[in-house]
Nanobody
């Protein structure tokens, strides 16, 4: 079992910045991808950014150039620096990891961007 604990959500004005962090604990051997997804009200959960254990990153087109994902493989942590936030970035953000063939999710942290 893997547990994911997120922190760093909140309320920010458009154009502002937030940093999300996530730490994995428990059975962490074999983790490959770590990253973030988000879900806005009435919408499906969507990928925001992921980073493989080898450093390959994948970003949603809507956040490229504004968000940056970082990861510490030794500490099993992943962070998301979000700059130039827009109201459409408002969502619950979920930390994610893949370990072997299994996906694990955090409890979610709310990010609200006011216009």
């Amino acid at each position: 079992q893997v547990q994911l604990v997120e922190s760093g959500g909140g309320l920010v004005q458009a154009g502002g910045s937030l940093r999300l962090s996530c730490a994995a604990s428990g059975s962490t051997f074999g983790i490959t991808d770590m990253g973030w997804y988000r879900q806005a009200p009435g919408k499906q959960r969507e990928l925001v950014a992921t980073r493989s254990s080898g450093g390959t990153t994948n970003y949603a087109d809507s956040v490229k150039g504004r968000f940056a994902i970082s990861r510490d493989n030794a500490k099993n942590t992943v962070s998301l620096q979000m700059n130039s936030l827009k109201p459409e970035d408002t969502a619950v953000y979920y930390c994610y990891l893949r370990r072997y063939i299994y996906d694990s999710w955090g409890q979610g942290t709310q990010v609200t961007v006011s216009s």
